[in-house]
């Protein structure tokens, strides 16, 4: 190899992004801990950079119930009032959150809890009241992450554990989704990093039977997606997901992987895991 060839070379290897997984774990994972255990192994052997992002499962309910707090739904959402938000920022951010970097600490990862307001990572803008007032609800934009400061703590060695919390810049946390927090995470940091966006849930993907787990479709591209839509096989709920999921693709996302927490480990070694939705399947 010549000079020009190895200069060459070596350029071409700093312009390679290094890969991130954002993952988003949900309640089939909190709340079960045999299921957390496992799922907290597998996702530390995973290689490169990584990103968790979680909800707060049946725990935060059960305490509100406990302190006498009414859960209070709009059309199957929840309306986030002062004492809510109260319960949800000890038990997102306190319980739920330090207990997973525990368990994270016992598998050698060196995970540090953070809310959107830490750092200033992650600001959004509460929701505008129109026909309902949620409350103190996060909505989110293009503006809302911060890449630089995510990358600076990951390239000092850290994995940023994020609960579903955010804050308005102006002293007020704000409930957020953790499905959009996950998105944006993976889109903002996609500028940096060659980015895979995972959703585990309770299913092994998206499924061509909603009760047959062999059913699993393997590979989704756009084309393909509207040909399931258009047969129904995929509707209703999963619309939002999926929609959300090819968003994040036309904005710079490698892929969009949806499947079952017990078979994250798949992806170590190499073998196939859930549904990955992408540019080309």
């Known amino acids: 190899m010549n000079k020009i060839d190895t200069v060459l070379a070596n350029s071409t290897q700093l312009l390679k992004k290094k890969s991130l997984h954002v993952i ?3 309640g089939n994972v909190i709340d079960n801990s045999e299921n957390l255990y496992h799922f907290l192994k597998d996702f530390e052997g995973l290689d490169g950079y990584k990103i ?3 909800g707060g499962g049946k725990v935060a309910t059960q305490i509100a119930e406990e302190l006498g707090i009414e859960a209070k739904l709009v059309d199957g959402r929840r309306i986030t009032d002062i004492e809510t938000l109260r319960v949800v920022t000890m038990v997102y951010g306190g319980l739920i959150n330090k207990n997973i970097v525990a368990q994270l600490q016992r598998f050698g990862n060196n995970a540090i809890g953070l809310t959107g307001a830490d750092g200033n990572f992650i600001r959004a803008k509460k929701r505008p009241v129109k026909t309902i007032d949620y409350g103190f609800v996060g909505d989110m934009d293009e503006q809302s992450i911060n890449p630089q400061n995510i990358s600076r703590l990951m390239e000092a060695g850290f994995t940023p ?3 579903a919390l955010t804050h308005d810049g102006e002293g007020q946390l704000l409930n957020t989704n953790a499905d959009t927090i996950a998105s944006a995470l993976a889109v903002s940091l996609s500028s940096i990093y060659e980015t895979t966006l995972i959703y585990c849930f309770e299913k092994k993907g998206v499924l061509l039977d909603i009760n047959d787990e062999d059913s699993l479709i393997r590979e989704i591209d756009p084309e393909h997606y509207e040909e399931l839509k258009t047969r129904r096989i995929i509707h209703s709920g999963m619309l939002p997901k ?3 999921a090819f968003t994040a693709i036309s904005c710079g996302v490698k892929a969009v992987i949806i499947g079952k927490s017990d078979d994250l480990g798949q992806l170590k070694n190499n073998q196939p895991f859930g549904t990955r939705l992408s540019k080309n399947a």
């Open 24 to 26: 988003k774990i949900g």
């Open 52 to 54: 968790l992002v979680h």
């Open 242 to 244: 999926l929609d959300n």
């Open 161 to 163: 554990v994020f609960c």
